[in-house]
């Protein structure tokens, strides 16, 4: 009897073991969303229901500042637990460097996600460099109310986008909303939302990447053309406008129509109740095909020197299955749940969102996949000449081969 009840004892020990072993562990998640620390808390909430003794603390960067804050912060020995990995190249890089934890053989990544969903972090030989979070979209936000006051229908071509927007405008209508003081803006939200169509979507992005197509065709010209048609219709001193800016400009019912992502959603459900609004597809120019940039925004990778990566793995799991998926679907409204798990979304302007992907092409954003690493980077000539037409000091032409010679200095196909 009393080698029965040691044995008991022994496996009721072990099991409480088993069951605290990640008793009163702390980890911290790094972010480029700073405002999502009050949705990513009720993610957070409901994780600690089934794991109530680890601890997630959200610590998220400006924006702008993240990627470099975020690799200081690794270097340095001080970076958090968890943190969120860009897609593509530059999450790859900060594998290559050893500050993103492998996770092929992670259990929850084959058994949460096809191939396609974890390929945007997953390097050419096959490692998981992190666990996918989420999509977003892109499109234009507009006021259904100045659109009915003026007669004008939701625009099926950049023809007619521009020509509601020259309606508008003579009306005395502020016609978009967009500024260029926060330049990723102009970059991310508008050229590359209009790029997947001109260029042919995905297949006309795989072209220019494997050197079929040169960086300076007629379609790239195009698409920076289409940048030039936009520039007489942005707010007087556009140039200053920051992205919160031109938010509160669309919000306040100042501007008709605004160029942005899905997941400032909550915002203007917050922000522009005295307007009735909705949104669209960027659509394409006549006689192109519509292609939605509908982007693998964000994952969550786990730093290999992190004291708690058991606990992290748990997290990333619960994250991904059929709890995590519905947590980050109601709380994280205009940020798509990746996972087999996703479960259907309530919000209507998410749903909208969505709605774009019937009929149309996707692809991710122009440069992600492989012109974001090298110098100068294919982002930054992007962006740079984007906002130079916009100004008027190049020509689309001039910007297109701008963007091509930045290219080769360091891009081989």
Do not use: C
């Not at 990447?209 to 048609?229: H, L, M, T």
């Amino acid at each position: 009897m009393k080698i029965t009840r040691m044995v008991s004892r022994i496996a009721a020990v072990a099991l409480f073991l088993a069951a605290g072993s990640l008793f009163g562990q702390n980890l911290t998640l790094g972010s480029w969303r700073t405002d999502d620390v009050a949705k990513i808390s009720n993610i957070i909430a409901a994780f600690n229901k089934t794991y109530p003794n680890i601890k997630v603390k959200f610590d998220p960067t400006n924006p702008p500042d993240y990627n470099a804050t975020l690799r200081l912060q690794l270097e340095s020995g001080n970076g958090p637990d968890l943190f969120y990995a860009r897609s593509y190249a530059t999450g790859a890089e900060l594998f290559k460097a050893g500050f993103e934890l492998d996770l092929t053989s992670l259990p929850a990544i084959k058994s949460n996600f096809t191939p396609s969903a974890v390929s945007a972090w997953t390097t050419p030989d096959g490692k998981v460099f992190a666990m996918p979070l989420g999509a977003v979209s892109h499109g234009i936000y507009y006021n259904k109310d100045i659109f009915a006051k003026y007669g004008i229908a939701v625009p099926k071509t950049w023809e007619a986008l521009i020509a509601a927007a020259d309606k508008l405008k003579k009306a005395g209508v502020t016609p978009f909303a967009n500024g260029v003081a926060d330049q990723w803006d102009i970059n991310e939200v508008v050229m590359m939302s209009i790029l997947p169509s001109a260029v042919g979507g995905s297949e006309g992005r795989l072209a220019y990447e494997s050197g079929k197509r040169p960086f300076n065709d007629a379609a790239i010209v195009g698409a920076f053309q289409q940048i030039k048609d936009l520039a007489p219709y942005l707010p007087k001193g556009f140039e200053a406008l920051t992205y919160n800016d031109s938010a509160a400009l669309f919000a306040l019912g100042k501007a008709a129509m605004y160029f942005d992502g899905s997941w400032t959603v909550p915002q203007f459900i917050d922000q522009a109740k005295g307007i009735q609004w909705s949104v669209f597809s960027t659509p394409p120019a006549k006689g192109k095909k519509p292609v939605v940039e509908f982007h693998p925004d964000s994952a969550i990778a786990i730093n290999p020197a992190s004291k708690n990566i058991e606990a992290a793995k748990t997290f990333l799991t619960w994250l991904s299955g059929p709890q995590g998926a519905k947590a980050i679907g109601d709380n994280l409204i205009g940020v798509f749940p990746m996972s087999k798990n996703a479960v259907k979304l309530d919000n209507e302007y998410a749903n909208t969102f969505l709605s774009f992907n019937t009929g149309a092409g996707q692809d991710a954003r122009f440069v992600w996949p492989k012109l974001m690493v090298g110098k100068p980077s294919g982002y930054d000539l992007l962006q740079n000449n984007t906002i130079a037409v916009l100004k008027g000091e190049i020509t689309p032409k001039a910007a297109a081969d701008a963007f091509a010679a930045g290219l080769a200095q360091w891009y081989k196909p």
